[in-house]
C-alpha cells in the first residue's frame, strides 16, 4: 500500500471531492478499540520502534513525505 499525498499543484487536486463522496465511512467503537490496545501495547511499541528506527535510514527517508498546512483543503 502506499498513499500519494495530493497538495494544489498534484494532478489528483481537482478528484477530492469527488473520491470523498466514494469513501464509506466508519466509526470506532471507543471500548472495543481501547481494549484491542490494552491486548496489544508491548506488540504495537515494539512495531512502532521498528518502523521510527526505519525511517531514520537513508533508505527510509526516501519515502518520506510531508504535507504543510497550505498544502490540503
Known amino acids: 500500500m502506499e498513499f ?3 497538495t494544489h499543484g498534484s494532478e489528483y487536486w481537482d478528484k477530492v471531492e469527488e473520491y470523498k463522496q466514494k469513501l464509506n465511512y466508519v466509526v470506532i467503537e471507543q471500548a ?13 511499541n ?3 520502534d521498528e518502523i521510527i528506527s526505519y525511517v531514520k ?4 527517508q526516501k519515502y ?9 483543503r
Open 4 to 6: 500519494i499525498p495530493v
Open 57 to 60: 535510514t537513508p533508505e527510509g
Open 32 to 44: 472495543v478499540a481501547d481494549a484491542w490496545e490494552a491486548e496489544r501495547r508491548g506488540e504495537i
Open 64 to 72: 518520506m513525505v510531508k504535507l504543510a498546512a497550505e498544502d490540503g
Open 46 to 48: 515494539t512495531e512502532l
